[in-house]
Structures are given as structure tokens and as C-alpha cells.
């Protein structure tokens, strides 16, 4: 099968980095990161049907198939919120391409379980989402980012800067919403998460509204992984908590 040509811009020199970004918003989320690390190679990609990329039928293993046709075959994968979904999936499924994997706001199972204690995303929000995006496209995109920035004290400026950079490419394709919101709330990777074998770093916000803090004391504690925990950030700690973000990420990336 002919893979789907995905929108992937590449910024810099050196170590390949593949950095995919969360639903709703593109890769344009992550543009400050370059000037701030400017010893790697970025490969920003917009995942399918999001940016500048076309959609892609399937579910998430197609969409991973496309993306592993579009970046470097050997990369350290960045993935945040259902990109760091994406990014777990790709360490797991194509460990010869993941060199080392690190997830930004990221659960392996999105979806609140309540029968197994799993804390997560109440079942009904990602329903209303749903239905919302079938009435008010704009909207729902909308009331996600502010949810993303809820709990950042630099909440108003987060969300506009999200804003700015996400409005600068083309609306995300409805189908690509719907999957992704499919996948937040269907995959689940718990039980596999002790089979990555290449160094993780998991980085997290304490004031997350999306992913509850819970979620981390639950992790599997592996010799390769790493949790850095920062107390003052919500969903999106590379745009609230920038210096904090890159210094963590920055003498991880230094061990490769």
C-alpha cells in the first residue's frame, strides 16, 4: 500500500528528533523549541488530517504507518498528549526506528476506567466532544485548548499562544478530529508498557486537567524510564513552562 505523504518540517542540525504534537492543534505548536535546542534536527510533523497533512484512513496503526514512511528511519519520537499516545504505540510496534521515547502529558489509556480505578478523561466529555464537533467545529477546537491551559497560572497568555500558532495553518479535517478522539478514547497500552525497552522520559504537569497526576503513581517503574514531574504546569509544559520543559528535556537528550 502507497503510504500517505505527511507534511513533516525539518529545523536544525544533528541528532534526529520526531516530534508529533496533541489533537486538535498541528505541529506548529512546538515552533520555540528549535532556537532553544538548536543541537538537534526536528522533524515537526503534522499527524494525519491535522495542519498541512492529509487524512489517512484507519485507525492508529495506520496513522502510524504513514508517519514512520515520512521521518528518519532511526529518531529519538517526542509525542505529546495523543501524540505521546502515537509515540508509545511506535516504540512498541517499530522499536528499530525508536532509538529512545519521550511523552509529554501522556496516559497509554486516555479513557477514565472506573471499574479499574484508572483515572482519566470522563467517558461523557469525550462524548460531548463528539457531538459538539458535528455542530461547532471552531468551537469545540476552542474549548479544547482552554482545557489544555486549565490549571496553568499563565492560563489566558497559553491559550493565545496556542492560538496564534495552531490558526497559522489550515483547520484540522473533521474525519482526522473524530479519529483522534476514537483513539483517546479506545487505545489502550498499559498492559504493554513493560515491553519498551529504550530509554523513556516521561514528562508531566502536576496541574493537568487531562491527564490526572494520578496517572503517574500507576506507570510502570522500568530501569529505562524517567519521570520529571513539573508543579506548576498544566497540558502543555513546553508553552507555560518553557525554560523548566527544555532544561528537562535538554539533559535527557544530552545521555543519547
Known amino acids: 500500500m502507497t503510504q500517505t505523504k505527511l507534511h513533516v518540517k525539518s529545523v536544525g542540525q544533528g541528532l534526529d528528533v520526531v516530534m508529533l504534537h496533541g489533537w486538535g492543534v498541528n505541529g506548529a505548536v512546538f515552533t520555540a523549541l528549535p532556537d532553544l535546542l538548536p543541537q538537534y534536527r526536528f522533524h515537526f510533523v503534522d499527524l494525519p488530517g491535522f495542519g498541512e497533512s492529509h487524512v489517512v484512513a484507519g485507525d492508529i496503526n495506520d496513522w ?19 501524540g505521546g499516545l502515537v509515540a508509545t504505540l511506535a516504540a512498541l510496534k517499530y522499536p528499530q526506528h525508536v532509538t529512545a521515547l ?27 466532544f463528539a457531538t459538539q464537533l458535528t455542530q461547532d467545529l471552531d468551537k469545540t477546537i476552542e474549548r479544547f485548548l482552554a482545557i489544555q491551559a486549565m490549571g496553568s497560572q499563565t492560563v489566558k497568555g497559553d491559550i493565545k499562544q496556542l492560538r496564534e500558532w495552531v490558526l497559522a495553518k489550515p483547520q484540522p479535517q473533521f474525519t482526522a478530529l473524530d479519529q483522534g478522539l476514537d483513539m483517546l478514547a479506545r487505545v489502550d497500552l498499559r498492559n ?3 515491553l519498551i525497552k529504550q530509554p523513556w522520559l516521561r514528562i508531566w504537569g502536576k496541574l493537568d486537567g487531562l491527564v490526572p497526576r494520578r496517572v503517574i503513581k500507576l506507570m510502570p517503574n522500568l530501569s529505562n524510564s524517567e519521570d520529571v514531574i513539573l508543579p506548576k504546569a498544566s497540558h502543555a509544559p513546553f508553552i507555560s513552562h518553557t525554560d523548566d520543559f527544555v532544561t528537562a528535556l535538554d539533559g535527557w537528550l544530552k545521555k543519547r
Not at 64 to 82: C, F, H
Not at 102 to 128: D, H, K, Y
Open 102 to 128: 519521550c511523552t509529554i502529558s501522556s496516559s497509554p489509556c486516555f479513557m477514565a476506567r472506573e471499574e479499574e480505578s484508572w483515572p482519566g478523561i470522563p467517558p461523557n466529555v469525550l462524548v460531548q
Open 64 to 82: 502510524l504507518a504513514s508517519i514512520i514512511a515520512n521521518v528518519p528511519k532511526s529518531a529519538i519520537w517526542i509525542g505529546w498528549s495523543l
Open 192 to 194: 504493554q508498557l513493560p
